[in-house]
T-cell receptor, first 115, second 111 residues
Framework: AQSVTQPDIHITVSEGASLELRCNYSYGATPYLFWYVQSPGQGLQLLLKYFSGDTLVQGIKGFEAEFKRSQSSFNLRKPSVHWSDAAEYFCAVGAWVDSSYKLIFGSGTRLLVRP | NAGVTQTPKFRVLKTGQSMTLLCAQDMNHEYMYWYRQDPGMGLRLIHYSVGEGTTAKGEVPDGYNVSRLKKQNFLLGLESAAPSQTSVYFC??????????FGSGTRLTVV
C-alpha cells in the first residue's frame, strides 16, 4: 500500500542554521512527490514537486529537495533557516489508486526556529 | 484570482446536527477532494471527485456525504454530527490530479 513516513514529529533549529526534513515513501511505481508548508491557521502551500528528470528540485522560499529512488526518500533542505520558516511541513506522494489519482500525506513535521 | 474558497471558515455544531461545507474553485479543475486534518495524523482523504456528477470514497468516508452537481462546487455534508468529527477540513482541487490547490480550511467543533 502507498504510504508516506515523516519520522520527525518536531524539529528545532537555530535561525541561520541548515535544515533537513526527512520523508520516506512507499509506492510501487515512479512517484510524484510533493512538499507542502502550513503556517498556523492557514491552508497548505506547495513548496516544490518532483515528477521526473533532475532529482534535485528547487522550490519557493529557498527550499530544495532531493529524490533518491534507492532510499525511497525525498528529503527537504534549506541552507539557512529564517524565523518565518517556523511552520508544519508535509510530504506527500501522488498515487494512482482505484483508477484515480490522489495525494497521500505524511503526518507532518513541525519546525520550531530558535532565535 | 480566488483559487479555492471554503465556506464557512468556522462552525460549532451540537451533536446530532447537520451541516454542509461548501468548496468552490474557479480554475476549471476536474478533480476535487475533501480532507480532514487532525493533530499528528496529517491529512486524510474523506471523499473525492474526478468530474462533475462523480464522487468516490477516500480513506475515512464514514459519517460524510458529498455531491458534485456543478464542476466548480464540491459539497461535504455531515448528516448527524459527532464529536469525533471535530477537525479542520480542507478542500483541494487539481488539474488532471497532479498539482493540488488547497482552500484555507474550515474549523469545525462538535460539542
Amino acid at each position: 500500500a502507498q504510504s508516506v513516513t515523516q519520522p520527525d514529529i518536531h524539529i528545532t533549529v537555530s535561525e541561520g542554521a541548515s535544515l533537513e526534513l526527512r520523508c520516506n515513501y512507499s509506492y510501487g511505481a515512479t512517484p510524484y512527490l510533493f512538499w507542502y508548508v502550513q503556517s498556523p491557521g492557514q491552508g497548505l502551500q506547495l513548496l516544490l514537486k518532483y515528477f521526473s528528470g533532475d532529482t534535485l528540485v528547487q522550490g519557493i522560499k529557498g527550499f530544495e529537495a532531493e529524490f533518491k529512488r534507492s532510499q525511497s526518500s525525498f528529503n527537504l533542505r534549506k541552507p539557512s533557516v529564517h524565523w518565518s520558516d517556523a511552520a508544519e511541513y508535509f510530504c506527500a506522494v501522488g498515487a494512482w489508486v482505484d483508477s484515480s489519482y490522489k495525494l497521500i500525506f505524511g503526518s507532518g513535521t513541525r519546525l520550531l526556529v530558535r532565535p | 484570482n480566488a483559487g479555492v474558497t471554503q465556506t464557512p471558515k468556522f462552525r460549532v455544531l451540537k451533536t446530532g446536527q447537520s451541516m454542509t461545507l461548501l468548496c468552490a474553485q474557479d480554475m476549471n479543475h476536474e478533480y476535487m477532494y475533501w480532507y480532514r486534518q487532525d493533530p499528528g495524523m496529517g491529512l486524510r482523504l474523506i471523499h473525492y471527485s474526478v468530474g462533475e456528477g462523480t464522487t468516490a470514497k477516500g480513506e475515512v468516508p464514514d459519517g460524510y456525504n458529498v455531491s458534485r452537481l456543478k464542476k466548480q462546487n464540491f459539497l461535504l455534508g455531515l448528516e448527524s454530527a459527532a464529536p469525533s468529527q471535530t477537525s479542520v477540513y480542507f478542500c483541494a482541487s487539481s488539474f488532471q490530479g497532479y498539482g493540488y490547490t488547497f482552500g484555507s480550511g474550515t474549523r469545525l467543533t462538535v460539542v
